[in-house]
């Protein structure tokens, strides 16, 4: 069962941005501490952000100044934005909050 659901991955060119949003579709899961990771194909699943319960936030060297990750409290979301996209970001990231997990949603990078 899916308990977090991932939106905004998509195919977009080196330089590029996306925006993607994690929403709960259990009841009364609120998100506070979050993580964002990505799993490239034949590579291990990596931690990319995290956002803890005071809203402090952590990012891998590889994303940070790059990505930002977000917490809209109200609407009980996560988001990262990530700019300036390279090869290398090609993956499924996952949205995660304790011990929740989203299906993934796939991102490519290409020209």
């Known amino acids: 069962q899916v308990q977090l659901v991932e939106s905004g991955g998509g195919l977009v060119q080196p330089g590029g941005s996306l925006r993607l949003s994690c929403v709960s579709s259990v009841s009364n899961l609120r998100i506070y501490v979050a993580n964002w990771y990505r799993q490239a194909p034949g590579k291990q699943r990596e931690l990319v952000a995290t956002?803890?319960?005071?809203?402090?936030?952590v990012y891998a060297d590889s994303v940070r100044g790059r990505f930002t990750i977000s917490r809209d409290t109200a609407k009980n979301t996560v988001a990262l934005q990530m700019n300036n996209l390279i090869p290398e970001d090609t993956a499924v990231y996952y949205c995660?909050?304790?011990?929740?997990w989203g299906q993934g949603t796939q991102v490519t990078v290409s020209s």
């Open positions: 956002i803890t319960r005071d809203g402090s936030t």
């Open positions: 995660n909050t304790y011990s929740y």
